[in-house]
């Protein structure tokens, strides 16, 4: 695999994992997600419920 200039690969599972929790805890509509590129930029992701098909 190749990366070019201005794309990312995120991987793992990140400490603090939810549904580890007690009670466990998953994303809700609305929460912010941001992952930051080691100073570089951050990544700002909206979770949003999509409708059933």
């Not at 190749?2 to 400490?15: E, M, N």
């Not at 929790?21 to 979770?47: A, D, F, K």
């Amino acid at each position: 695999m190749r990366l070019r200039p201005g794309q990312a690969i995120a991987t793992g599972t990140p400490g603090g994992v939810g549904h580890g929790m007690q009670p466990p805890q998953h994303l809700q509509p609305g929460q912010l997600l941001e992952t930051e590129l080691g100073g570089v930029e951050t990544l700002r992701s909206r979770v949003r419920l999509r409708p059933s098909t």
